[in-house]
């Protein structure tokens, strides 16, 4: 399975989950609810963005170079989602801001689907794409306390 | 992309959320909080196994029989979750719900790698397989 597969898979279920959180909002959930599900999504999202942003996307700026611009777009992207974040938290889940992460997580994850991920799988070899997914490896290399130098191996 | 590959990746998004949600019980989150997070959890968990029902159980049914008991305790799962969820958002959530929720989904989420995806990767023809599951996660993205 290649990286960007598994990237996609894990943005579906973030998208349909948005929808919960959406419908929710709009059923006049509790401040309390909003916020436990968007945390609920973030849980599981920042372990994601971290893969992005460990592997996939200093990867892509070896290729493309940093200043390529779609991925100064996704790196202002994700930097917006983590602001929006810290919002809602500080917010203690207001409707209006729950909204505009919505929005912004909503608008990162078809920007990624629709370009970031095609980008990678027409620029980069796909057996690296391959290894970059590779569980077992990457389990083993966080347990023994070495993530980094997993995420490194892409970057040599 | 092998359909036990998507399947894998799913799981482990709702496994981390998973994680989650225990911590809000153990933290004694009330009762709607718990509510709409199980419901944001089962929304992902259901529309996977509404497509794992068809296709893949159906597949195995065909090659190892419909009795075969780990295709029939993973349908059983399915229901089992169905109902709970279907109780937690009728206002029916507490504490002890949220707890058997998780067991229940996490259970099940263990059995089906232990069980059900070596079955798939095993006897199911992966390209008819990848096909027909391609077409109904689009006809569902369509909707």
């Known amino acids: 399975m290649k990286i960007t597969d598994r990237l996609k898979v894990e943005h579906g279920v973030f998208l349909q989950q948005l929808k919960v959180l959406e419908r929710l909002v709009g059923e006049g959930a509790s401040?309390?609810?909003?916020?436990?599900?968007?945390?609920?999504?973030?849980?599981?999202?920042?372990?994601?963005?971290?893969?992005?942003?460990?592997?996939?996307?200093?990867?892509l700026v070896k290729v493309l170079?940093?200043?390529?611009?779609?991925?100064?777009?996704?790196?202002?992207?994700h930097d917006a989602v983590r602001q929006l974040t810290d919002d809602v938290r500080r917010g203690g889940g207001e409707r209006a801001l729950v909204r505009r992460y919505v929005e912004a997580l909503r608008h990162h994850m078809?920007?990624?689907?629709?370009?970031?991920?095609?980008?990678?799988?027409?620029?980069?070899?796909e057996d690296d794409l391959e290894?970059?997914?590779?569980?077992?490896?990457e389990h083993v290399y966080a347990e023994a306390g070495r993530g980094q130098v997993w995420a490194d191996r892409w970057l040599s | 992309?092998?359909?036990?590959?998507?399947?894998?990746?799913?799981?482990?998004v709702v496994?981390?959320?998973?994680?989650?949600l225990e911590r809000l019980i153990?933290?004694?989150?009330?009762?709607?909080?718990?509510?709409?997070?199980?419901?944001?959890?089962?929304?992902?968990?259901?529309?996977?196994?509404?497509?794992?029902?068809?296709?893949l159980i159906s597949a195995l049914g065909r090659v190892l029989g419909p009795g075969y008991p780990a295709l029939r305790e993973i349908s059983e799962d399915h229901r089992h979750l169905r109902?709970?969820?279907?109780?937690?958002?009728?206002?029916?959530?507490?504490?002890?719900?949220?707890?058997?929720?998780?067991?229940?989904?996490?259970?099940?989420?263990?059995?089906?790698?232990?069980?059900?995806?070596?079955?798939?990767?095993?006897?199911v023809e992966r390209a008819a397989l990848s096909e027909s599951f391609d077409e109904r996660v689009d006809v569902g993205a369509r909707d």
């Open chain 1, 131 to 137: 290894s970059m997914c590779s569980w077992d490896e």
């Open chain 1, 31 to 59: 401040r309390e609810a909003l916020l436990a599900v968007t945390e609920t999504i973030v849980a599981a999202e920042q372990h994601h963005s971290r893969i992005e942003d460990r592997v996939l996307y200093p990867a």
């Open chain 2, 1 to 12: 992309m092998r359909i036990t590959d998507r399947l894998r990746a799913q799981n482990d």
């Open chain 2, 83 to 123: 109902r709970l969820r279907s109780q937690m958002a009728s206002g029916d959530c507490d504490v002890l719900q949220a707890r058997v929720f998780v067991e229940v989904l996490r259970a099940h989420l263990q059995r089906e790698a232990r069980d059900l995806f070596p079955l798939v990767d095993r006897w």
């Open chain 2, 26 to 55: 153990n933290g004694g989150a009330a009762a709607d909080v718990l509510a709409a997070v199980v419901e944001t959890i089962a929304a992902a968990e259901e529309e996977h196994s509404v497509n794992e029902e068809p296709i």
């Open chain 1, 110 to 125: 078809e920007s990624e689907i629709h370009s970031l991920f095609v980008l990678a799988e027409e620029y980069m070899d």
């Open chain 1, 65 to 77: 170079g940093p200043q390529f611009p779609l991925l100064v777009e996704i790196r202002a992207q």
């Open chain 2, 15 to 20: 496994l981390q959320q998973l994680e989650h």
